[in-house]
């Protein structure tokens, strides 16, 4: 059984602090992370996506990958309340353009 | 910039009776996909679809269920006879040959 797990939090953070979202995943062999935020009622959208381990930067977020550990993170800098959202840790694990399995996500709280 | 589109947004449909819920992936994507999310779950994967066939279903994805691609640029979720746990978001996404599924705006499915 494929697994992905997640701290449903919330998670509330600063406005302006470094926010720290975690996943980890159940099979080794996983090849393509992916992170979606979802506002309430509204659908995933892709947020960054990352093969390699290492960091994958893209304007305020980071992406950071460690297959040993079988563990992906996203960092969100200088947070806004604009990112107050739930976010999606979603795993590829056969990367053949297959099904996501998606975390359960960690509810983001940014206060002004 | 191009969207997976997904009409309608809400339906309400009685128990026992059919939905066809629609979706127009993006028009130069490949693969395409069904998920669903009951308020306050995971999302979840029911079907992916690539060369006019199905890849890969769920479990969720019964005898109930069926998807179709009729043309070139619509692609089709039906479920025969509704029961009220089929109430839930449902997401249409599509990706092309290498990159990441984008995801439409969803369906909100009410069962009555």
């Known amino acids: 059984q494929k697994e992905v797990e997640q701290n449903s939090g919330p998670l509330s953070v600063p406005e302006g602090a470094i926010a720290s979202l975690n996943c980890t995943y159940s099979d080794r062999g996983s090849q393509s992370f992916f992170w979606y935020r979802q506002y309430s009622g509204k659908s995933p959208e892709l947020i960054m996506f990352i093969y390699s381990n290492g960091d994958k930067e893209d304007g305020r977020f980071t992406a950071q990958l460690n297959k040993a550990s079988q563990y992906v993170s996203l960092l969100i800098r200088d947070s806004q309340p604009s990112d107050s959202a739930t976010y999606l840790c979603a795993v590829d694990f056969y990367n053949q353009g297959g099904k996501l399995i998606f975390g359960q996500g960690t509810e983001l709280s940014v206060k002004p | 910039e191009p969207e997976v589109t997904q009409t309608p947004s809400h339906q309400v449909t009685q128990m026992g009776q059919e939905v066809i819920l629609r979706c127009v992936p993006i028009?130069?994507?490949?693969?395409f996909y069904w998920y669903r999310q009951i308020l306050g779950q995971k999302v979840e994967f029911l079907v992916s679809?690539?060369?006019?066939?199905?890849?890969?279903k769920s479990e969720i994805f019964d005898d109930q269920f069926s998807v179709e691609r009729p043309d070139g640029s619509n692609f089709t979720l039906k479920i025969r006879s509704t029961k009220l746990e089929d109430s839930a978001m449902y997401f249409c996404?599509?990706?092309?040959?290498?990159?990441?599924?984008?995801f439409g705006d969803g369906t909100r499915l009410s069962i009555l």
């Open positions: 679809f690539y060369n006019n066939e199905i890849s890969e």
């Open positions: 996404a599509s990706r092309d040959r290498q990159g990441p599924q984008h």
């Open positions: 028009s130069n994507h490949l693969y």
